[in-house]
Structures are given as C-alpha cells and as structure tokens.
C-alpha cells in the first residue's frame, strides 16, 4: 500500500491547513488510517485517527476541538482540517495506515507515507 499525503506547508499562527492522504494502487477501505505527526526532539504522536468505517475517530488532547478527521472511502481519501494552528502543531505529518481497521498506537501502523511538512510560524 503506497500512501501519498499533500497539503502541507507554512502558516501563521490561528490559520488553517488541509491535509489529504490517498493512494491510486489499491483501497484505504479497509484500514484504519492515522495522522502522526513528528516535530524535532519530540516523539512520534498520533493526533487523530479515523476507522475504517468512517463510523469512530480518535484525537490528541493537543488538538481537540481544532483539528478535524474525516474520510470519502468512494474517494479513496483521508482528510485532516486543521484550524487554530499554533507554532506546537509544526512537524512532519505522516499518513499511516493500520490493516486491523481500528486505531492504534504509532508503532503498530502498518503503511506509512513520505510525510509532509507543516510549520506554524509569525
């Protein structure tokens, strides 16, 4: 499974990012996918998860009620809406993908993404 993630980049603090993570070979339908983020120094942390049916979602207490995790299995797409970014949200944001269809720890991902960059800065 060859995951892709796109939407990274540079922002302000308070402003917002959309984050897509897709494949074209074969079907996220069947996994769990997670987005886990790794800023320098710090450990891997999973800040948002979503199941294989859409149906449950998992976030980080660092970024309830900001970051949103949704997914379109017809579109063979996985979105991460970030709002109210702070300069603490900067890292690589990997898009991983977790074959049992339940959310997971980081070290259980079984398909990861290159990652992309996303830097929270004034």
């Known amino acids: 499974l060859q995951l892709v993630e796109s939407g990274g980049g540079s922002v302000q603090p308070g402003g917002s990012l959309r984050l897509s993570c897709t494949t074209s070979?074969?079907?996220?339908?069947?996994?769990?996918i997670g987005w886990i983020r790794q800023a320098p120094g710090k450990e891997r942390e999973v800040v948002s998860c979503i199941v294989s049916s859409g149906g449950n979602t998992v976030y980080a207490d660092s970024v309830k009620g900001r970051f949103s995790i949704s997914r379109d299995n017809a579109k063979n797409t996985v979105a991460l809406q970030m709002n109210s970014l702070k300069p603490e949200d900067s890292g690589v944001y990997y898009c991983?993908?977790?074959?049992?269809?339940?959310?997971?720890?980081?070290?259980?991902?079984?398909?990861w993404g290159q990652g992309t960059q996303v830097t929270v800065s004034s």
């Open positions: 991983a993908a977790h074959f049992d269809g339940i959310c997971t720890s980081a070290r259980d991902y079984d398909y």
């Open positions: 070979k074969s079907t996220l339908e069947d996994y769990a």
